[in-house]
């Protein structure tokens, strides 16, 4: 049996009206979900692993869960401008004589614990995309920093709209720096 338990969510400034309107319409590609402000709680989930026994050394268990996740977003129009973002405490625990669990082991670790932060910054004049600082740390693990600007960025992929013109947008993009 599979237990969840979801903490406090708190939405700020947001537009339902594309996620409405895309469950209506049967397509959840059209989403373009915005809000300024979006702060999570987080969960825990945990749920047997079918391909081990429950009376196993450990147990069968999967565990997964969120510290957090807290986010800024300022817009210009429908494109996102600059968005801050954290999301904290993702951790992931396999049962102990799991495959996965045992590689988790054979690598010094029993679970996977990490962090990802970082800012994005859309010039929608220049169409240049900037990543800043993004973070990914894991505990006992390190960390690794990653930064970038890329150019000819549409606003059309900042948002929802349709996958085929979105992926014809993506393809006149550019790495500029990373």
Known sequence: VSQLKIRALD?????FTSLVKAILNGRPEEIDFRAEKFTWAGFDWSGPD??????????????LSLAGVN??????GHAPVRSVAEINGLAIELPPTS???????????KKLDFSIAG?????????????ANYTITGVNAGRLIVSGTFGNIDPS??????????????????IAQL
């Open 119 to 131: 800012e994005m910054r859309y010039d929608p004049v220049k169409r240049d995309l900037t990543i």
């Open 11 to 15: 939405v700020e400034r947001a537009d």
């Open 99 to 109: 495959d996965g669990g045992r590689t988790l082991a054979d690598l010094g670790y």
């Open 50 to 63: 079918e391909h081990v026994k429950a009376n196993a050394p450990g147990g069968n268990r999967i565990r």
């Open 71 to 76: 986010a800024t977003t300022q817009y210009e």
């Open 157 to 174: 992929l900042l948002g929802g709209g349709v996958p085929q013109e979105k992926l014809a947008a993506l393809m006149l993009a550019n």
